[in-house]
């Protein structure tokens, strides 16, 4: 039998001003599903990973994740929203690490002010998670001590801390290095055999090939192109994803 889905978009609508980020885009993630989403800048892939999270209105349509809805409706959703964020992490392109808090207070700070658990139990589940992504040295580390690639495993390991269902990663690698990637990279393909939820905003075409099970294509606001990273990447269908890939791979 087909797992329901862990995360539901029906025809989510979202315009800022007079342009339309999002148009009518509907698709459903299973759980444990790892889901790749690539296409041109400015396609409306952050901006769904931000509507899936609650952190942006949307204007049209619905989000569903378990048993919350987000609609355009501002008063049920914002409580739907805050309910959503502790079962979906969220990974950001810039780290947006406290500064003053090091690599085990960062990941603490939401287990504790957030779910409510002591300090102890949060600073315990902090270093398992912070020897997980291979920062088992770097405990008292401060954000400024550390690399980039550093940074963002603390940032990962952050949003475990919150132990949610799903996690989504907007660009996580686009400011690394070509070696700090695969640091960041490898975290996230140890989170696969785990069975976490993965939802990625990427440009890392081998990264997409190599650990999703979908790989979905968006631009313009709507999705072109949806299926198996073996079909979407070597045998598109559609001249839009065709024309993408090109440009990406040369």
Known sequence: ???????????????????????????????GEITAMIGPSGGGKST????INGLNTIDGGEVIVGENRITQNATQSNDAARRIRRTVGMVFQDFQLFPHLTALGNVCEAPIRVAGKSRREAESRGRELLKQVGLGERFDHYPSQLSGGQK?????ARALAMDPQVLLCDE?????DPELKHEVLDVLEDLRREGLTLIMVTHEIGFARRAADRVVVLAGGKIV????????LDAPQ??????????VLG
């Open 172 to 176: 996580i690698t686009c400011a690394l």
């Open 238 to 247: 559609t001249e839009r994803t065709q024309r993408f890939l090109q440009n």
């Open 1 to 31: 039998m087909t797992q329901p889905a862990i995360v539901e978009l029906r025809d989510v609508t979202k315009r800022y001003h007079d342009k339309t980020i999002l148009d009518a885009v509907s698709i459903a993630i299973r759980p």
């Open 225 to 232: 192109e949806d299926g198996p990273p073996a079909q979407v």
């Open 152 to 156: 963002q495993r603390v940032a990962i």
């Open 48 to 51: 769904l990973l931000r509507s």
